[in-house]
């Protein structure tokens, strides 16, 4: 039912408390669940997506309303609203947040709780006369558009992407330009993948959604101000709360898609260097780890299988046949030794290159100012971009990408696609570079996305990319964090990196393990890094060749230590899957900052030196050279076994540890259930019908509950096919007993199997009066060192099973 109000406004001067002194209310209406206030300069247009999303449109007078999102896919639910009109406030709202405008002095501002959370300063203006040069020489525009907010004094503000900047953004004034920062250390205000993107420690999240160039002023004056600056397009934004993070990444996930989920494989090893020159250094490289016995799943091939030199072969995107003469054979033979390839393709075409020619002829490229195929030279070239934006251009790419895909290629590396150079005058068939530029990553990932399921319909896309926008994650998207200098410095600012963005979104971003600028030959270093990558979303060694990066050439010392750092990484393989399932199913981050933890410890704020892996993993890389013991804050939540002496640690204090060589410190939260594979030299070798499963009991923990998600790893939509199966675990002290669970939620697609299980149970003090497995009495192992209780188990999983364990206190 229509509902319209009038009201004519009075011309008078505006206090100084208004949002906009120039703007004035003239009238508001609501139907069909859109709400609009009309003023004097425009219309505001409110849309609820959810209870927990509304989203905010300026309209200027003599503007036409755009609805196209780069980003957005949810579609708007139908959700109970209230209105209330009283005084000179109208409130319109959900059971989760609401928006309230003043009408006179002109004021919009949003609240949840019962709290203002954030509202326009000035809202939406227009400034002639200024310039935006956001790359020396690049960029200059003579206006720019804003959206003004205010900010409360003491929040902390996170997001615009990947920045080396610290946890707490608030005070910079930040691009939003995809770029490239080759050899960065520990801070770094511009890199490959910026995203229009502020959190806030009061648990909200604004996203701007527009796709052209612009800035993020993060209250850099000090004046208790965020500000989004734009060249042009969408003046749109959502709001974004929840009752908890995870509560806020599920509902920014759903608005603008959830991640697929990845193949398994893409959770094990990868070989992978700057690059390899030929089919027998590929071979050479997998037979060394087979000969090492250290797992590999994937390796990498950089540009040179499609040219003998850095310069001047980019764009051939075909097989080198002088170094690599039968390729379909060497996919073949790789796969029958478990390894995955995956090439590196890029978007550019260089006028030397082979296909130079057909990109003219085919008309794919983007265009000069006056239509002409736009060449340009960079460190590799002289140079075209493909038009993706251009359905020839578009198809003609996906057609390569789907011929390497039949050929057996089953993973895609994107690189440069910032776009790495791609000057503003550049045309494309929906708008200038400047416009485009930042989504161009995103809309290549989708290509890419696209090509690898057309070819392989029901084979799980693996697309490495490191330039994206919000919104890449719901195309596969596997962002890694740029060209990280081969320093402790490089190593310091990964942690940072891949927190910020699995809070908007991008759960997969990780590091080239190891780092990848620089001739730097120090094994403590890349130790240490392929340590913390064991707890980073994706396992990936890569360098500029000059050091190896891989360990099976590196010494005996560094190899020993990275291969119990891989194995280990393997070991978890079954906890690290069911991450990649909360993440697909949720957005939750597979890295999470221990804010979320405790939401409510200002103290954490700004801290990102330990952090959690998954629920129940807590990690505190070490991050210096010759340290021999840290500083790891313990979240008050838990009590925390130390992984490797089972000690415990209560919750709630900061403690000095020592540190060792073989790792880095690690626990695990009392109550937690662990699983963990056999050993295996490739994810393709394992068996998940036999794992071991460590329960860490803690007296103060009196029920305990986790769940495992299982599936073949490799075909598309398992959730949806019923392709699936979920094994729950509980744990209860009742008195002297200890009731511990197992129970199977089983799709119907998926086999109900029987799992052989080693239950090991920590912090048993005593060897237990009696352990029975349903009605039969059993004896299980106890160690009084470690004082562990080992129990071997037969589990037909579509039967519950029940042990209980009587403590001997």
């Not at 485009?436 to 290549?444: K, L």
């Not at 891989?566 to 070991?571: A, D, E, V, W």
């Amino acid at each position: 039912m229509k509902q319209f109000f009038f009201l004519i406004a009075f011309l008078f001067t505006v206090s100084i408390s208004a949002q906009n002194p120039t703007r004035i209310y003239k009238s508001h209406n609501e139907e069909n669940g859109k709400f609009e206030v009309v003023t004097n300069d425009g219309r505001y247009k409110f849309q609820f997506y959810t209870d927990a999303i509304l989203e905010t449109s300026f309209i200027p007078n003599n503007e036409v309303y755009n609805n196209n999102s780069h980003a957005v896919v949810l579609e708007p639910e139908t959700i109970q609203t209230t209105y209330k009109y009283q005084g000179d406030t109208i409130t319109y709202g959900s059971k989760g947040i609401s928006v309230k405008i003043v009408t006179q002095p002109f004021q919009i501002s949003y609240v949840c709780d019962g709290k203002t959370i954030i509202s326009e300063k000035r809202g939406y203006i227009k400034s002639a006369h200024e310039q935006m040069d956001m790359v020396k020489g690049n960029i200059v525009t003579d206006s720019i558009e804003k959206m003004e907010f205010n900010l409360t004094k003491d929040e902390v503000l996170y997001g615009v992407g990947a920045r080396a900047l610290g946890m707490n953004r608030r005070g910079n004034r930040l691009p939003l330009f995809n770029r490239a920062h080759y050899g960065y250390e520990t801070e770094s205000k511009l890199m490959n993948f910026t995203m229009p993107i502020v959190l806030s420690s009061n648990k909200y999240m604004i996203h701007f959604d527009n796709a052209p160039i612009g800035y993020l002023d993060l209250d850099s004056k000090g004046d208790n101000s965020l500000t989004y600056e734009t060249i042009s397009g969408r003046k749109t934004y959502q709001v974004i709360v929840g009752e908890t993070w995870y509560d806020i990444m599920d509902n920014y996930t759903s608005l603008t898609g959830k991640q697929p989920m990845l193949p398994r494989w893409a959770l094990g090893n990868f070989s992978s260097r700057f690059g390899y020159h030929s089919k027998e250094e590929v071979e050479m490289t997998i037979d060394k780890f087979k000969e090492d016995q250290i797992p590999v799943d994937a390796i990498i091939l950089d540009l040179y299988w499609f040219g003998e030199d850095i310069k001047g072969t980019m764009g051939n995107l075909e097989f080198l046949k002088d170094s690599f003469p039968n390729p379909k054979q060497m996919i073949k033979d790789l796969k029958s030794k478990n390894v995955e390839t995956i090439l590196i393709t890029e978007p550019f075409i260089l006028s030397t290159s082979n296909r130079w020619d057909e990109a003219v002829e085919k008309d794919i490229l983007a265009k000069d100012t006056i239509g002409n195929p736009a060449r340009y030279d960079f460190y590799f070239g002289n140079t075209g971009i493909i038009d993706i934006y251009n359905p020839k251009g578009k198809q003609w790419f996906k057609d390569i990408y789907k011929d390497l895909a039949k050929m057996g290629v089953n993973g895609f590396w994107g690189d440069l696609g910032e776009p790495e150079v791609h000057p503003h005058w550049v045309q494309h068939h929906t708008g200038s570079a400047q416009e485009v530029h930042n989504i161009y990553g995103h809309d290549w990932a989708k290509l890419v996305y696209e090509a690898s399921l057309e070819a392989n319909p029901n084979k799980r896309p693996f697309i490495l990319m490191r330039a994206g926008y919000s919104g890449s994650q719901r195309y596969g998207m596997v962002p890694w964090s740029g060209d990280v200098n081969r320093t402790w410095g490089g190593l310091q600012s990964q942690p940072e990196i891949a927190l910020q963005m699995g809070m908007q979104g991008m759960a997969f971003m990780h590091s080239d393990l190891g780092g990848f600028a620089g001739a730097n030959l120090d094994d403590e270093l890349y130790v240490r890094w392929l340590q913390y990558g064991v707890f980073q979303p994706v396992f990936r060694p890569h360098a500029q060749e000059d050091v190896p990066s891989e360990p099976v050439f590196r010494s005996d010392k560094a190899k020993r230590l990275a291969k119990f750092a891989i194995l280990m990484r393997y070991r978890m393989l079954p906890y690290n899957y069911h991450l990649m399932y909360e993440n697909h199913l949720m957005g939750k981050p597979l890295m999470r900052p221990l804010l979320f933890e405790e939401p409510d410890n200002p103290e954490l704020y700004n801290y990102s030196e330990t952090y959690l892996w998954g629920n129940d993993v807590l990690v505190a890389p070490v991050l210096e050279a010759g340290k021999k013991v840290q500083n790891v804050y313990f979240p008050k939540t838990s009590n925390w076994f130390n992984i490797e002496t089972d000690e415990i640690i209560k919750g709630g204090q900061t403690k000095s540890v020592k540190t060792h060589t073989a790792y880095i410190p690690t626990y695990v939260r009392a109550g937690a259930f662990i699983p963990l594979a056999e050993s295996m030299q490739s994810t393709k070798d394992y068996d998940d019908s036999a794992f071991q499963l460590q329960y860490y009991h803690h007296e103060d923990v009196l029920e305990s509950e986790r769940q495992f998600y299982f599936d073949d790893g490799k075909t598309v939509r398992p959730l949806e096919n019923k392709n699936y199966q979920i094994l729950v675990f509980e744990a209860e002290i009742e008195g002297r007993w200890l009731e511990i669970d197992f129970e199977a939620e089983t799709g119907k697609n998926f086999p109900s199997e029987t799992k052989t299980i080693e239950l090991t149970i920590h912090n048993i003090q005593k060897e237990p009066k009696r352990v029975k497995v349903g009605k039969e009495k059993v004896d299980g192992t106890y160690n009084s060192e470690y004082k562990t209780l080992t129990l071997n188990l037969t589990w037909d999983t579509s039967i519950e099973k029940e042990i209980r364990i009587k403590l001997n206190k």
